[in-house]
C-alpha cells in the first residue's frame, strides 16, 4: 500500500524558513517523480515543485521560485521541501505527491498545515 | 502559469448527470493529452479520478468519465449519488514541464 506522510508544518513569522518532509513507502520510491502541491484554507489547489527520480530535475511555480527548494533522498525514501523568505501567501496544506506512470499525480498525503503570522 | 478555467459550482439530482468543463490553451490542455481530473471531499486529500484525458486508474467507478476537444477538457458524472457530492479539480501538464490546476468546482447533488 502506498503511503506519503508529511511532517514539518509549524506557525512561523512572515520572513522566516521551514523545511518540509515527505516519507514514502509502498512503492519503488526512486523510480518516481514527485509532486508538492498546496492548498490554502478554504481555496483551490496549487501546484508547487515537482523532482524528477534521481533529483536531476526539478521544476517550481513562478508563486515560489527563488524561494522553494525541492529535495530527495532515494536512501531514506523521502522528499524535502525547504521553503525560504515566508509569506502569509505561503499559508496553506502542502501535500506531497507521488507521479504516475504519465503526468498525473496518483497518491497523496494527508497534507500538513504550514501558517505564516506574526 | 494561469490556473485553469473551471465552473465554480455544477449541481444535480440523484441519478442525473452532470459535466465540468476545464478550459486551457494550447500550451496546456489543448497540446497534450496529459490532463487528469481529482476528487476532493472536505478535510480530505484529493483523489486521482482521471489521467490522460480519458483513463480510470483501477478502483475509480466507470461513472466518472473524461474527454477533450482543442483547450477544453472534461469530466463527466453519470448516475449521480450522493457520495459524489466533492469538489472536483483539473489538472494539465504544461509545455514549462511543470502542472497546473483548475480553480475548482463544487458539485452539489440536490
Known amino acids: 500500500e502506498v503511503q506519503l506522510v508529511e511532517s514539518g508544518g509549524v506557525v512561523v513569522q512572515p520572513g522566516g524558513s521551514l523545511r518540509l518532509t515527505c516519507a514514502a513507502s509502498?512503492?519503488?520510491?526512486?523510480?518516481?517523480?514527485m509532486h508538492w502541491v498546496r492548498q490554502a484554507p478554504g481555496k483551490g489547489l496549487e501546484w508547487v515543485s515537482l523532482i524528477t527520480w534521481d533529483g536531476g530535475g526539478t521544476y517550481y511555480a513562478d508563486s515560489v521560485k527563488g524561494r522553494f527548494t525541492f529535495s530527495r533522498d532515494n536512501r531514506k525514501n523521502s522528499v524535502y521541501l525547504q521553503m525560504n523568505s515566508l509569506t502569509t501567501e505561503d499559508t496553506a496544506f502542502y501535500y506531497c505527491?507521488?507521479?504516475?506512470?504519465?503526468?498525473?499525480?496518483?497518491?497523496w498525503g494527508q497534507g500538513t498545515l504550514v501558517t505564516v503570522s506574526s | 502559469q494561469s490556473a485553469l478555467t473551471q465552473p465554480a459550482s455544477v449541481s444535480g439530482s440523484p441519478g442525473q448527470s452532470i459535466t465540468i468543463s476545464c478550459t486551457g490553451t494550447?500550451?496546456?490542455?489543448?497540446?497534450?493529452?496529459?490532463v487528469s481530473w481529482y476528487q476532493q471531499h472536505p478535510g480530505k486529500a484529493p483523489k486521482l479520478l482521471i489521467y490522460e484525458v480519458t483513463n480510470r486508474p483501477s478502483g475509480v467507478s466507470n461513472r466518472f468519465s473524461g474527454s477533450k476537444s482543442a483547450n477544453t477538457a472534461s469530466l463527466t458524472i453519470s448516475g449521480l449519488q450522493a457520495e459524489d457530492e466533492a469538489d472536483y479539480y483539473c489538472?494539465?501538464?504544461?509545455?514549462?514541464?511543470?502542472?497546473?490546476f483548475g480553480g475548482g468546482t463544487k458539485v452539489t447533488v440536490l
Open positions: 494550447s500550451s496546456d490542455v489543448g497540446g497534450y493529452n496529459y
Open positions: 505527491a507521488k507521479g504516475g506512470g504519465g503526468y498525473e499525480l496518483d497518491y
Open positions: 509502498g512503492f519503488t520510491f526512486d523510480d518516481y517523480t
Open positions: 489538472s494539465s501538464y504544461t509545455s514549462s514541464s511543470t502542472r497546473v
